[in-house]
């Protein structure tokens, strides 16, 4: 991120997948202070974002999350945005005990796998503004 981005907090996901714009509609209902902006990766902005920070746009393995001048991908994105909802779902942090080549093993297997166990959806979901 350039330094005039670095207060910018930014969730791209992936807006074909069941799982991940469940997701979303649950960022979207309990925001955070201040709130993530939501970014489908099959947008023009989500690819873009992707691709500047090292992933393959056209086979995303991994969402990304900017926050405070940081990008973070796999198991560190996830306990990062479920933490930032506050209240007890800052308990998410206690994710973190696991060493992260496990914890994002798992994530790689569930971001493998998400179409299968969860479903794609025919058009990409965008949250109501």
């Known amino acids: 991120?350039?330094?005039g981005?670095?207060?910018?907090?930014?969730?791209?996901?992936?807006?074909?997948?069941h799982l991940c714009s469940g997701w979303v509609r649950f960022l979207h209902?309990?925001?955070?202070?201040?709130?993530?902006?939501?970014i489908a990766m099959q947008s023009e902005a989500g690819?873009?974002?992707?691709?500047?920070?090292?992933?393959?746009?056209d086979d995303p393995a991994t969402f990304l999350v900017l926050d405070a001048g940081r990008a973070r991908t796999e198991s560190d994105a996830?306990?990062?945005?479920?933490c930032a909802v506050g209240g007890l779902w800052k308990l998410a942090v206690v994710a973190r005990i696991l060493?992260?080549?496990i914890r994002d093993a798992m994530y790689r297997a569930l971001a493998r796998n998400r179409?299968?166990?969860f479903?794609?959806?025919d058009t990409c979901y965008l949250p109501p503004s």
């Open 1 to 3: 991120m350039s330094s």
């Open 5 to 17: 981005d670095a207060s910018r907090r930014v969730v791209v996901y992936d807006g074909h997948c």
């Open 29 to 38: 209902t309990h925001p955070s202070d201040p709130p993530f902006e939501l």
């Open 47 to 57: 690819r873009a974002l992707l691709t500047s920070f090292g992933i393959d746009a």
């Open 78 to 82: 996830a306990i990062h945005v479920i």
């Open 99 to 101: 060493p992260r080549p």
């Open 115 to 117: 179409y299968r166990w």
């Open 119 to 121: 479903g794609r959806r």
